[in-house]
């Protein structure tokens, strides 16, 4: 856990969330901003910055996959479709460094993304 980090610090309780579901590994929230009417974030309860070091815990990836999957039926998303969106590094638009997958569904979605 870093002081730092915001999820971090959400996982640990220190910061409020609208926590929609939570497994041994992880939790999933609502993000604060929402670009979708269903917009969650699934995260690791432990730092892991980004997917790149998923390479060398592919068992972590597993679990937040089974996660995503999870959230999103019970979000109601599955008959609609959804979007799964992990972004790494500043350049690719990651703005919290601790890995999130971010959940998006109740909406048409577009690609290419921006
Ligand atoms: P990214 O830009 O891919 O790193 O995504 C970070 C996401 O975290 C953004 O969609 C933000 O809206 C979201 N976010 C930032 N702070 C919070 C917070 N306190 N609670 C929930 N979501 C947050």
């Not at 992990?86 to 909406?107: C, I, K, P, Y």
């Amino acid at each position: 856990m870093s002081n730092e980090c915001l999820f971090c610090r959400i996982a640990a309780g220190e910061i409020p969330a609208d926590i929609v579901a939570e497994g041994e590994s992880w939790m999933a929230f609502r993000d604060i901003q929402p670009q979708a009417p269903v917009h969650l974030l699934v995260i690791p309860r432990e730092h892991v910055e980004s997917a790149a070091e998923l390479d060398s815990n592919p068992a972590l990836g597993g679990e937040l996959l089974q996660a995503v999957a999870a959230v999103a039926s019970q979000e109601g998303l599955y008959d609609e479709g959804f979007r799964v969106v992990t972004n790494v590094g500043e350049r690719a638009g990651q703005s919290v460094m601790h890995l999130h997958f971010h959940v998006l569904g109740g909406r048409r979605m577009h690609w290419p993304p921006g």
